[in-house]
């Protein structure tokens, strides 16, 4: 009787750790909660900005290395045209074919660009700032 009986409660022990086995596994659902769908897409919001920071800072800074360039090429004009004895305005260089066109700043409201020759150092400014000769 006594065997049975522990026999009784050693199968009634084996049907509930059978019983709590099936309910942990049933708990554990396929996918993602809701927090870890949120930390994400926080992570990938966070980084993206980052990237678009980091992008616009390139662009900027590209803008502005392509003005020094346009500065450089209105020098080496304003030189040739000054070497001729020919007016070394902008306006001037573009009419005397010593410049296709007339040269504009691919910054927002940087200015126009000017030229100065002096005993023959030429100077090219963007607005306020000097371009060329580059500081």
Same mark, same amino acid.
Request: charged fraction near 20%.
């Given at each position: 009787?006594? =065997?049975?009986?522990?026999?009784? &409660?050693? $199968?009634? #022990? ?10 942990? =596994? ?5 996918? =993602?909660?809701? #927090?870890?769908?949120? &930390?994400?897409?926080? #992570?990938?919001?966070?980084? /993206? ?6 992008? !616009?800072?390139?662009? %900027?800074?590209?803008?502005? *290395? ?6 450089? *090429?209105?020098? !080496? ?10 007016? !070394?305005? #902008?306006?001037? +260089?573009?009419? $005397? $074919?010593? +410049? %296709? /066109? !007339?040269?504009?700043?691919?910054? *927002? $409201?940087?200015? @126009?660009? /000017? ?13 306020? @700032? %000097? ?5």
């Amino acid at each position: 009787m006594i =065997f049975k009986k522990l026999s009784k &409660i050693k $199968n009634g #022990i084996k049907d509930t750790i059978s019983v709590r086995k099936a309910t942990v =596994f049933a708990k554990k659902r396929k996918g =993602f909660s809701l #927090i870890e769908v949120v &930390i994400a897409i926080t #992570i990938m919001a966070i980084l /993206s900005g980052i990237a678009m920071a980091s992008y !616009t800072k390139v662009q %900027q800074d590209a803008k502005k *290395n392509m003005d020094y360039t346009t500065a450089a *090429n209105i020098a !080496t004009a304003a030189q040739l045209a000054d070497a001729d004895g020919v007016d !070394t305005s #902008i306006p001037s +260089l573009v009419s $005397n $074919n010593y +410049l %296709q /066109s !007339t040269p504009k700043s691919q910054q *927002n $409201n940087a200015g @126009e660009f /000017s030229v100065t020759v002096s005993d023959g150092k030429v100077t090219v400014t963007l607005g306020d @700032e %000097q371009y060329y000769p580059r500081k």
